[in-house]
C-alpha cells in the first residue's frame, strides 16, 4: 500500500541557517476602550522565556537581558508552573533581604529564593479578559500593584494553563506614553498624562 506514495527529494542545509520563531503583531497603539486581548502576549503565538527554579539570580537577569523581558515564568523539574521572577524581585530589595537573613553572597541566591511563588499568584481567566477592555486590565494591574499579570485557561480536568501575559510597560507604550522607568507608580502616571491628553 505505501507504494501510492512519493519520497520528497530533500536538499542540503545551507550554513548560518536560522528556524522561525513564533510572532505576534500586536497593535501599535491602543486606546483604553479597545479589547484587552490587543495588549496581551497570546502564549499560543509567542514563545513564553522561562527559566528553572534552581537557575541562579544573575543567570536569570542575564536571561531577561537577552530576550528583552522583565518576567520570566520559573519551572520546577516537571515543567509545571513553580512561580515568577521579574527584574525588579532581582533588582530591588528581595535579594538584601534574602542576603540578611539566609547570609551568603550575590552569587549564591537562586529564582526560588525570590521568585513570587506559584501559591501567592493570583491570575485572571482567559474568558473574563475576552470581554474585558484595555481600561479594565491598567485598573486590575493598578489595584494590585503590580506589573505584570498572567491569564489561564481552564482545561476540562480543572487544570489550568497559563496562556497569556499582560505587561504594564508594554501597555503604556500601546497606549502611547514615554516610558523612562520601569517604576511601578511612574508608569502608572504615565498612563494617566496621555489619557489626560486624548
Request: aromatic letters at 4%; a positive charge.
Amino acid at each position: 500500500m505505501i507504494t501510492q506514495y512519493s519520497a520528497l527529494s530533500s536538499i542540503p542545509l545551507k550554513a548560518s541557517s536560522s528556524f522561525l520563531r513564533p510572532t505576534q503583531a500586536l497593535p501599535e497603539r491602543v486606546r483604553l476602550s479597545d479589547p484587552a486581548t490587543d495588549v496581551m502576549t497570546d502564549l499560543t503565538k509567542v514563545s513564553v522565556v522561562s527559566v528553572r527554579a534552581k537557575t541562579s539570580m544573575d543567570k536569570a537577569n542575564a536571561k531577561m537581558i537577552k530576550y528583552g523581558v522583565r518576567m520570566l515564568l520559573v519551572l520546577d523539574d516537571n515543567e509545571q508552573l513553580a512561580g515568577l521572577i521579574t527584574a525588579t524581585d532581582i533588582l530591588g530589595e528581595k535579594p538584601m533581604r534574602f542576603l540578611q537573613s539566609m547570609g551568603g553572597t550575590h552569587a549564591d541566591i537562586m529564582v526560588r529564593d525570590i521568585m513570587t511563588p506559584q501559591r501567592e499568584l493570583e491570575v485572571l481567566g482567559i474568558e473574563e479578559v475576552k470581554k474585558a477592555r484595555v481600561g479594565d486590565v491598567v485598573m486590575t494591574l493598578k489595584k494590585a500593584s503590580r506589573q505584570h499579570s498572567m491569564v489561564v485557561s481552564e482545561k476540562p480536568d480543572g487544570t489550568q494553563a497559563v496562556c497569556g501575559l499582560f505587561s504594564l510597560t508594554q501597555i503604556a507604550r500601546q497606549l502611547g506614553a514615554q516610558v523612562q522607568s520601569f517604576e511601578l507608580a511612574r508608569t502608572f502616571s504615565e498612563i494617566e498624562a496621555v489619557i489626560a491628553k486624548n
